[in-house]
């Protein structure tokens, strides 16, 4: 009984250390609102969740083209917000996010891997929109790794922003 205790114990301190660590990134690390587009996921995860594919602004990729090869690259990357934009900044280093392009790609490309943002059961879907109408996330930028989810909004032809109730 007494072993059981300490396991459970120690399963408990795991996940709230970890709730912990995004609390405090919350808090402590930068936000930004990105434009982002959903996608049809092909996960083997169950669930209901939202696959956004997160465009960066990597003006160096402009200088670093060579203009008569078209190959495919990709580099670690760290990620900062300017403008309602990610952008991302070379990185020799890994630090757990990367894009992949052609060598002709422009300056905005994607993240390699999705962010993935978890909807509650019986909400309405967010990425279903209507015509002229963006889906926005706004998102915390850690140290190391993905932008993390935090909430979602609609923005329509207007400009108005409607935050999008999961709830």
Do not use: C
């Amino acid at each position: 009984m007494k072993k059981s205790l300490v396991v459970a114990l120690i399963h408990v301190l795991i996940v709230l250390s970890l709730g912990g660590k995004l609390l405090y990134d919350r808090a402590t690390r930068p936000r930004v609102w990105i434009k982002v587009a959903s996608y049809d996921p092909s996960l083997p995860i169950r669930g209901r969740y939202l696959a956004l594919s997160v465009p960066v602004r990597a003006a160096w990729l402009k200088d670093s083209k060579n203009p008569s090869a078209a190959f495919y690259r990709y580099n670690w990357v760290t990620l900062t917000g300017e403008n309602h934009e990610l952008v991302a900044a070379r990185s020799d280093v890994d630090t757990g996010v990367t894009i992949q392009y052609w060598a002709t790609s422009g300056d905005h490309v994607n993240l390699s891997e999705p962010v993935l943002f978890f909807l509650p059961e019986h909400a309405r879907d967010p990425s279903w929109l209507k015509s002229h109408e963006e889906l926005w996330a706004e998102v915390t930028l850690p140290r190391k790794g993905p932008p993390r989810p935090i909430q979602l909004a609609v923005k329509n032809a207007q400009g108005e922003w409607q935050p999008v109730e999961l709830r």
